[in-house]
């Protein structure tokens, strides 16, 4: 009996509702139909971020459809994994302007309607890079995150790091490269540094200043040469990887520890630092062993999409310049070698970039190196050995041209007396022929 009676009420109560919806809504219908008029939204409705109170839904409709192709225009949603990045289409977006219209409530606020195909999602990862596991995606995580700005049709750039969206975490740490520098003897600062900064983290997207990362910790106190032999560790340990060399300096003189082309120096006196810039989306780290004489910097992260190669061109050597000085005190003849000189060096530093298939993709001019050539000195004495000459042959034709000089002269005089006649040009060839006498008489002798 009770159960019938409930059984009553709960009938007359849900056909009494079902009325009341009914009539409400097809009322209003009807109301419009007959009017021609359409009911507008209350005060406090948006969608999209739109105020549309007081709006018909012709209006609205029209304003949805704009707002969604406006936004289709303006956006722009980039992958990145690792080192690569992609543009997605805005296409992967699929709307629904008619639902979105259609679901509208009255005096609050509305987002457009949007889906995301799971099998489209996928293909776009691939799409970034045929390495990516779309199986370690979280697939849910990353289409929330995406519908989050097309929902409310928010303009801009919007990047999403595929690595964050792992299901296994990020943490591929491996070893990407090492570098040594040795010193001469044992260092006993380096092996302070090792001690006290055994390892140091070069952030993500964050740039990195030796200088001020050693002020920070407050252990700026290392000589230059010091300073020098960690930052070309540091340097030569980033160079093979997409790192940015924001700043470096090279010596007057490659130093005995570094090789040519891949000196870093650092002094705190001339303001000379080595600054690099992690690109990436995640940190990596530098760790430091000290060992003997040698220090040791290896690099650790998460691996690298591409493959960098360094290589090395147009190496030149020049011949340095001979300077002499002169110095009275020296004997005569003798030379002092005040320096030997050296030759000067050049070198060029490429980085090529070699994408997954193997193919290069990119090639930077990383560095030209050039160290300038030491002038050899050479100190020489004021006064040279004296030249010895034979002079006797000297003083013997001197003589024999002076005979002959005689003779030729008194010819001369004979044969003016003979002929008077003669006039100066016939002269001039007497007397050309005279000197030519003068010139072989001596010749014959010899």
């Known amino acids: 009996m009770k159960v019938s009676n409930f059984l009553k009420l709960f009938l007359t109560l849900l056909f009494s509702t079902a009325y009341i919806f009914c009539f409400t809504y097809f009322g209003t219908k009807a109301y419009e139909q007959y009017s021609g008029k359409e009911s507008l939204y209350a005060k406090g409705t948006e969608v999209v971020g739109t105020n549309i109170a007081g709006k018909s839904k012709k209006q609205v409709e029209n304003i949805i459809v704009k707002s969604i192709e406006s936004w289709q225009k303006n956006v722009s949603v980039t992958f990145t994994y690792k080192e690569k990045s992609y543009a997605v289409p805005n296409q992967i977006f699929e709307f629904d302007s008619h639902t979105t219209l259609r679901d509208i409530q009255s005096g609050k606020e509305n987002k457009a309607v949007v889906t995301i195909s799971e099998d489209s999602l996928r293909e776009h990862l691939l799409s970034t890079s045929l390495s990516i596991d779309t199986d370690n995606i979280n697939m849910n995580k990353l289409k929330t995150d995406l519908l989050a700005h097309a929902e409310s049709l928010e303009v801009g750039q919007y990047t999403y ?58 252990h700026n106190s290392y000589t230059d040469e010091t300073l020098s032999m960690i930052a070309t560790a540091i340097y030569n340990a980033i160079l093979p990887t997409n790192f940015t060399i924001v700043e470096r300096s090279i010596s007057e003189q490659l130093p005995y520890y570094a090789r040519l082309g891949y000196e870093a120096k650092v002094s705190t006196k001339s303001n000379k630092d080595l600054v690099v810039l992690n690109e990436n989306n995640t940190p990596y780290t530098l760790e430091f062993t000290y060992k003997g004489n040698s220090l040791s910097a290896v690099l650790r992260g998460n691996s690298f999409l591409y493959k ?137 002798d010899n």
């Open 308 to 444: 960098y190669q360094i290589k090395e061109e147009k190496e030149q050597s020049f011949a340095p310049k001979t300077i002499i000085q002169f110095n009275p005190k020296l004997t005569t003849g003798q030379i002092v070698i005040k320096e030997e000189g050296k030759r000067g060096q050049l070198i060029q530093i490429y980085r090529e970039t070699y994408d997954e298939s193997g193919l290069r993709i990119h090639k930077e001019l990383v560095s030209e190196d050039f160290y300038a050539p030491i002038p050899k000195i050479e100190v020489h004495s004021l006064l040279v050995p004296p030249v010895t000459k034979e002079e006797e042959p000297v003083t013997e034709d001197k003589g024999q041209e002076g005979e002959k000089s005689k003779d030729t002269d008194e010819k001369d005089k004979e044969n003016q007396n003979t002929d008077n006649k003669n006039d100066d040009k016939q002269e001039k060839p007497n007397q050309d022929q005279t000197d030519e006498n003068k010139d072989k008489q001596p010749n014959k």
């Open 161 to 218: 790091s595929l690595e964050q969206y792992r299901t296994n975490g990020i943490d591929d740490t491996v070893a990407i490269s090492k570098a040594t520098v040795t010193s001469l003897k044992v260092n006993k600062e380096l092996s302070d540094f090792v001690t006290k900064l055994p390892t140091i983290e070069l952030k993500e997207k964050a740039v990195f200043s030796l200088q001020d990362y050693l002020a920070d910790s407050g």
